[in-house]
Each structure stands twice: as structure tokens, then as C-alpha cells.
């Protein structure tokens, strides 16, 4: 698991780490300058790294580090999960950039959302950007995207036309749209540093099929 939430890197505290364990921007540092570097950490879940970032990281990575840094980790992992800044891709601003230079390299996008129009709205924005949708001519082909869509308890917000509506058109331009219920219980996991299958069968139930919608959308794909 890799921390590039520039702008808000907090794996830090949910996994708990310390202060002493090397950070992206030191790994960064390291592949520049053409020296040896190592998994940084490894998390209570078993063969689970992670790459946390520091906290005041400033102007973010060139396209051309994220691409060598990334090269590195497909020979070191089965699969590497990058948390990104909420930015749409665009050279518009440092955590912009970053989102842009992970997407140009990555194979699958996640976009989560709720049943908040503003979220909803988010997404579609995000699916039309040229570096998501493809776009030929600037050299950018696309990329494959699903969405956990974690939806509201109350009926009534469901199926509210306008929410409805967004869904539809969410899921006609992604691979899949992964449903998944709003439950307390998985602030209530983070709270208690347990893991979130283990504290709601519905939970665990949403989470598998998530992951299962991921492999066959990377086997795919």
C-alpha cells in the first residue's frame, strides 16, 4: 500500500506506524539517485507492505519518478494499492500531477462514492478527464474503472431520482459499480484497529465482492 495523499498522507496513524519508518519521498530520493532501497515496513496483515509518506512532501513527484518507482514495485508485488489526493489528473498543481502520473501507470482507478450528489458529481467529472476516458490525440489510453458505491440505509435516498440518475450514467461509462452498505461498524474497526471484515458479515460480504470485481477486472484487462 502506497501513500501518495500528498496533501493529507495519514497512513501513519491507521496502521500504526512510527515516525522512523522510510517514506515514499526517501525512496524517491534513493531511485534518483541510482541507490539500493527496501520495502520500508511491513503492516500487521501478513505480506502487507506499506510505503507511508511524510507529511510536508511540498511539490509532489515528477511523471518520470513515479514511472521508475512504480516499475520497481510490479517487481516486488503481486499488486500495489496507491492511495491518491482528491484531484482530478491534470499538470495543474503538485497533488494533481501525482494523480496523473499513478493513473498514466495504472492498470485499474477506483473512484468510491456515496449517495451525495456533490460525490456523485465528483465521479463523472473524474471519468471525463481525458487521462480516464482516453483521449488519442494528447497520447492517453484510458483506463479501466470501477466504483464502490457505498449506499445510503434510507429507501428513500436510494432511490431518489437525481441520485438514480448519476448512478445510471456512472455506470454506464465504468467496469462495474460495487454496491456496499453504509455501516458504522467499519468507523467502529478503524476506531478499534480491527480489521473491517470483522465486525459485519454485510461488511465482509461487500468487501470480498469488491476484491473479486477488482481481480477479474485486472485479469481482464
Known amino acids: 500500500m502506497i501513500d501518495q495523499n500528498i496533501g493529507n498522507p495519514d497512513q501513519w496513524g ?7 519508518v522510510r517514506t515514499v ?25 506499506v510505503y507511508p509518506e511524510r ?20 517487481q516486488l508485488h503481486m499488486i500495489s494499492i496507491v492511495d491518491l489526493p482528491n ?19 495504472s492498470d485499474l ?3 468510491p462514492t456515496t449517495d451525495d450528489p456533490t460525490r456523485l458529481q465528483g465521479v463523472l467529472d473524474y471519468l ?7 483521449d488519442a ?4 489510453r484510458g483506463i479501466p474503472v470501477i466504483v464502490p458505491y457505498i449506499r445510503s440505509p434510507l429507501r428513500a435516498v436510494r432511490e431518489d431520482p437525481g441520485v438514480r440518475s ?17 455501516n458504522e461498524r467499519a468507523t467502529l474497526a478503524i476506531v478499534r484497529g480491527q480489521p473491517i471484515t470483522e465486525v459485519d458479515a454485510g461488511l465482509r460480504d461487500a468487501y470480498l465482492e469488491l476484491a473479486t470485481v477488482v481481480a477479474r477486472a485486472l485479469q481482464e484487462h
Open 87 to 105: 484531484r482530478i489528473p491534470a499538470f495543474t498543481s503538485a497533488e494533481a500531477s501525482v494523480c496523473a502520473g499513478w493513473i498514466a501507470c
Open 166 to 182: 448519476m448512478l445510471g450514467q456512472i455506470r454506464h461509462r465504468v467496469v462495474a459499480v460495487v454496491d456496499i452498505p453504509k
Open 128 to 134: 471525463q478527464a481525458p487521462m480516464v476516458r482516453g
Open 55 to 74: 507529511r510536508d512532501v511540498g511539490d509532489g513527484y515528477s511523471p518520470a519518478q513515479i514511472e521508475r518507482f512504480a516499475a520497481q514495485l510490479r
Open 137 to 140: 490525440s494528447l497520447g492517453y
Open 109 to 111: 482507478l477506483l473512484l
Open 25 to 49: 519521498s526517501e525512496i524517491m530520493a534513493d531511485i534518483e539517485a541510482g541507490r539500493e532501497w527496501s520495502v520500508p515496513a511491513w503492516g500487521r496483515t501478513p505480506a502487507l507492505a
Open 14 to 20: 491507521r496502521l500504526n506506524l512510527t515516525t522512523r
